[in-house]
């Protein structure tokens, strides 16, 4: 079974700090995705990694930066976190060939007061 | 507009009820398609695979695609109170693209 882990699946954090959020996956995928899932928007992709030390904007890139030093770990970063980044933030997996399917992880429910 | 159209629901049905979900979309490229289903507070689990167009079941569950149409159809039969979640429909035009999601639609099965 393919397994996508977050850190923390609750996190209260206050206004102007700096969080780290962290993804590991144990299936050697390539591709590794940062979302965040809101009622009435659905699921919006931050940022994404094909590969190690690399880097794509998603959708939402602003007010978010990425880290990808191993291949089985994705970091999202909230570098100065804000009341509007209050979110369920969700990591997913996928190989680089196949049936391009996304293996997710519990999600990350962040609250920032 | 959005690339991916799905009615968010929510959608309220009686056990043992055929239960139908759908998305439109209007990119023509999307070849790859798939049904997550998410229960509250968890992330989101693939339910239903397909490639380009046809059905699929598995169980009581069958996926349609309609490539003519850009539109694709999810079945539950004889739906449970486990069936309840929110079902959300995705798709990519290829291998290694990523997957744009509808917004998903909540779904409550009443025993």
């Known amino acids: 079974d393919v397994k996508v882990t977050q850190s923390s699946r609750y996190l209260v954090k206050r206004t102007g700090e700096k969080v780290f959020l962290e993804c590991v996956q144990d299936m050697d995928h390539e591709n590794m995705f940062w979302y965040r899932q809101d009622p009435g928007l659905g699921l919006r992709l931050i940022y994404f990694?094909?590969?190690?030390?690399?880097?794509e904007k998603g959708d939402i890139p602003e007010g978010y930066s990425v880290s990808r030093e191993k291949k089985e770990r994705f970091s999202l970063i909230l570098e100065s976190a804000s009341t509007n980044q209050t979110s369920m933030y969700l990591c997913?997996?996928?190989?680089?060939?196949?049936?391009?399917?996304?293996?997710f992880g519990a999600g990350t429910r962040l609250s920032v007061l | 507009q959005k690339e991916v159209e799905q009615d968010p629901g929510p959608l309220s049905v009686p056990e043992g009820a055929i239960v139908s979900l759908n998305c439109t979309y209007s990119n023509s490229a999307f070849q790859y398609f798939m049904w997550y289903r998410q229960y509250s507070r968890k992330g989101p689990e693939l339910l239903m695979y397909?490639?380009?167009?046809g059905n699929k079941e598995d169980g009581r569950f069958t996926a349609q695609v309609d490539k003519s149409s850009k539109y694709i159809s999810l079945f539950i039969r004889d739906s449970q109170p486990s069936d309840s979640a929110t079902y959300l429909c995705?798709?990519?035009?290829?291998?290694?693209?990523?997957?744009?999601f509808g917004e998903g639609t909540q779904l409550t099965v009443n025993p």
């Open positions: 397909t490639y380009s167009s």
């Open positions: 995705a798709m990519s035009p290829g291998s290694g693209s990523r997957l744009t």
């Open positions: 990694s094909y590969d190690v030390k690399m880097k």
């Open positions: 997913a997996s996928s190989p680089w060939t196949g049936q391009n399917i996304q293996y």
